[in-house]
């Protein structure tokens, strides 16, 4: 059962911006801390930016001051805005969730910034 369901991505120059979606199926993901990652070819996956039930955020030091994670808690959905793109950027964007220590992830999504 897909329980965590990434959408947005695509392939975008450099400069642009793209809007990644991570909409979830059930109520238990409603107020949990959730996640992006990506993972680029021949890397290891990475954190790239958190958001907390109460809306804390936190950010890789790669992405802060261009990409923006936020939480539509009616909707059960994490968003990632990501501005000033770079072709560093390129990367499979992973939507996570934990609830009571136990880890959720969505498909995945590809993000591909061209020079």
């Known amino acids: 059962q897909v329980q965590l369901v990434e959408s947005g991505g695509g392939l975008v120059q450099a400069g642009g911006s793209l809007r990644l979606s991570c909409a979830a199926s059930?109520?238990?993901?409603?107020?949990?801390?959730r996640a992006w990652y990506r993972q680029a070819p021949g890397k290891q996956r990475e954190l790239v930016a958190l958001?907390?039930?109460?809306?804390?955020?936190n950010y890789a030091d790669s992405v802060k001051g261009r990409f923006t994670i936020s939480r539509d808690n009616a909707k059960n959905t994490v968003y990632l805005q990501m501005n000033s793109l770079k072709p560093e950027d390129t990367a499979v964007y992973s939507c996570?969730?934990?609830?009571?220590?136990?880890?959720?992830w969505g498909q995945g999504t590809q993000v591909t910034v061209s020079s």
């Open positions: 958001i907390t039930s109460g809306g804390s955020t």
């Open positions: 996570n969730a934990e609830v009571m220590g136990n880890h959720y």
């Open positions: 059930r109520s238990i993901f409603r107020f949990s801390p």
